[in-house]
């Protein structure tokens, strides 16, 4: 349910609304717009006829049920688009934001370098993963908590805000001291008990799509991090598996406008894991701007016929410039 407050409510009506929700045994998730304040009530749906009681308190105008299975990342609980600060880039703003960096962090030198090109381009946050989910057992894991801290002196280095995964709910203390935003990768949508934990972080999360989630799906799992008290979700298209073979994934570029429309949760897309091929990167990252993504994630390496994963994704410097300069004109194109 959300109980939406009078235009003219005051702070002490707004709070008392608050306890009284929290005294009937829901959780209170207020959203203060420009016009006006929104108060979700989320918890057990059982009894929640009670709640239409909060129109008979001192400030509330109405109080209207969502319909939709998720509650708090519904358009409906917010006034206007969520923008979630990473350090001091803000995705789901005007500017359109671009992550990039190595598929996993192999040393120092290599994240380094990789940091150089991402600046030199104008990208503004650093992707690198420590934690590597490998299909194989027998493939490269990362570099665990070592690579952390590659991670965290590299953006000391470099004033990068940085972001990578986390798998495991016992790891999400150790990740969040040492990166700007949690990772959930696709192979991770619905762990919900990771979901749960990187709910109580203060960091901001990067959710991906599973390779088997519809948008609902990804929907119902951003509400686990937001009614778990985290507000600062994006949402990440990154492909999905169909019957098509000649890309890794298919990179579900309707998906955007889809969740734009449903969620005031900023959207961004990921042309590497869905492409599979450096080759595609390029043309599904146009498509991605044009589509109306709040900004792009991509795999960027200083040599990826070197790359220890998913070199075969990775853009060369030449062509992360190159895509960069692209992804100038068309989101100025569109200003106009
Ligand atoms: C990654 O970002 O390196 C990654 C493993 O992505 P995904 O979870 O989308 O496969
Ligand atoms: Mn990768």
Redesign the pocket.
């Known amino acids: 349910m959300i109980i939406v407050m009078k235009n003219q409510a005051t702070e002490k009506q707004i709070e008392d609304v608050i306890h009284w929700i929290e005294s009937v045994g829901y959780k209170a998730h207020p959203s203060i717009g420009v016009e006006r304040t929104i108060i979700g009530a989320v918890g057990d749906n059982r009894d929640k006829g009670i709640l239409k009681y909060a129109e008979s308190l001192p400030g509330v105008e109405k109080t209207m049920p969502i319909l939709k299975p998720y509650k708090l990342a519904s358009r409906e609980s917010h006034e206007g688009n969520t923008v979630v600060s990473v350090g001091p880039i803000k995705i789901g703003g005007p500017e359109f934001v671009v992550i990039a960096g190595p ?2 962090i192999e040393s120092e030198e290599q994240l380094l370098e990789s940091a150089y090109v991402a600046i030199k381009g104008g990208a503004q946050i650093l ?1 690198g ?1 420590a934690y ?2 490998r299909t194989s057992p027998y493939s490269f894991q990362g570099m665990e908590e070592e690579g952390l801290k590659v991670l965290n002196k590299v953006s000391v280095k470099t004033s990068l805000p940085t972001v990578t ?1 986390v798998v495991n709910p016992a790891d999400v203390d150790l990740v969040e001291s040492y990166a700007d935003m949690l ?1 959930i ?4 949508t619905q762990n919900f008990a990771l979901l749960k934990e990187v709910g109580h972080s203060k960091k901001p999360v990067l959710l ?1 799509r599973g ?1 088997m989630t519809t948008i609902e799906e990804l929907l119902m799992s951003a509400e686990y991090i937001l009614s778990s008290g985290n507000p600062n979700v994006i949402l ?1 298209e ?2 999905i598996r169909t019957f098509e073979t000649a890309t890794r994934n298919t990179l579900d570029l309707s998906a955007v406008p889809v969740l734009k429309g449903l969620t005031h949760l900023p959207v961004i897309v ?1 042309p ?2 869905a492409a599979g091929h450096w080759q595609y990167v390029i043309p599904l990252s146009r498509a991605a701007a044009a589509v109306g993504a709040d900004g792009l ?1 991509v ?1 960027v390496h200083p040599q990826p016929e070197k790359a220890v ?2 070199g075969m994704q990775s853009l060369k410097p030449e062509k992360f410039y190159q895509l960069m300069d692209e992804l100038r004109a068309i989101t100025t194109a569109m200003r106009h």
């Open positions: 598929c996993a992707r993963g590597k989910p995964e990772q990768g696709a192979r991770n991906k390779m990440c990154r492909g990921d590497s894991h994630i795999e994963s998913d």
